[in-house]
Antibody, heavy 117, light 107 residues
């Protein structure tokens, strides 16, 4: 059974860096054909894909956040990290960790992030 | 970027109805399309991919079709637990993009 759980701060000040951790189980990011990514959903709005990292360390980013976003993994700890710099109130959203190569068959419950001074 | 447009944005229906949601891509994506269902306060859940393959555990009243630029998700015999928001997502190319969502509400 695959599980994913997001963790990180709920409140972030503008211009700060958001760091979120996804801790997963039920699969290994060392295995061929495995990917983990991040998706966010602003309150009352649609979901938006942000980034993905693959078993071979290939990384893909949404152009909308690519200049501010870094995704990384620690396969020994079954964790994937998201770092989003220069946070703005428009980044207020629930952030989801997902598994899958290009579509997402498992999701974490999501973690809310509010950007406010 | 490939833009995904869903219609309608809101759909009012009754239990037992047949419901169809359309998703259009701004360029051809072959059959690389997935559908998700999201209920309030929950993460989206994968329903269909490629786009007619049913994710395991999803009831057979859900079906998907289409290729190229036009796709549909059909629910045959709407159940009370199906009232939710539905999203399509293309995975033909990066960036991966979602439609704006279709809310299926009780008439």
């Amino acid at each position: 059974q695959i599980t994913l759980r997001e963790s990180g701060p709920t409140l972030v000040r503008p211009t700060q860096t958001l760091t979120l951790t996804c801790t997963f189980s039920g699969f290994s990011l060392n295995s061929h054909g495995v990917g983990v990514g991040w998706i966010r959903q602003p309150p009352g709005k649609a979901v938006e894909w942000l980034a993905h990292i693959y078993w071979d360390d290939d990384k893909r980013y949404s152009p909308s956040v690519a200049s501010r976003l870094t995704i990384a993994k620690d396969t020994s700890r079954n964790q994937v990290f998201l770092s989003l710099r220069n946070m703005d109130p428009v980044d207020t959203a629930t952030y989801f960790c997902v598994s899958g190569m290009r579509f997402f068959d498992s999701w974490g419950q999501g973690t809310p992030v509010i950007v406010s001074s | 970027d490939i833009q995904m447009t869903q219609s309608p944005s809101t759909l009012s229906a009754s239990v037992g109805d047949r419901v169809t949601i359309t998703c259009r891509a701004s360029q051809r994506i072959s059959h690389w399309l997935a559908w998700y269902q999201q209920k309030p306060g929950q993460a989206p859940k994968l329903l269909m991919y490629e786009p007619s393959k049913l994710q395991r555990g999803v009831p057979s009243r859900f079906s998907g079709s289409g290729s190229g630029t036009e796709f549909t998700l059909t629910i045959n015999g709407l159940q009370s637990e199906d009232f939710a928001t539905y999203y399509c997502q293309q995975y033909n190319s990066f960036p991966l993009t979602f439609g704006g969502g279709t809310l299926v509400e009780i008439k």
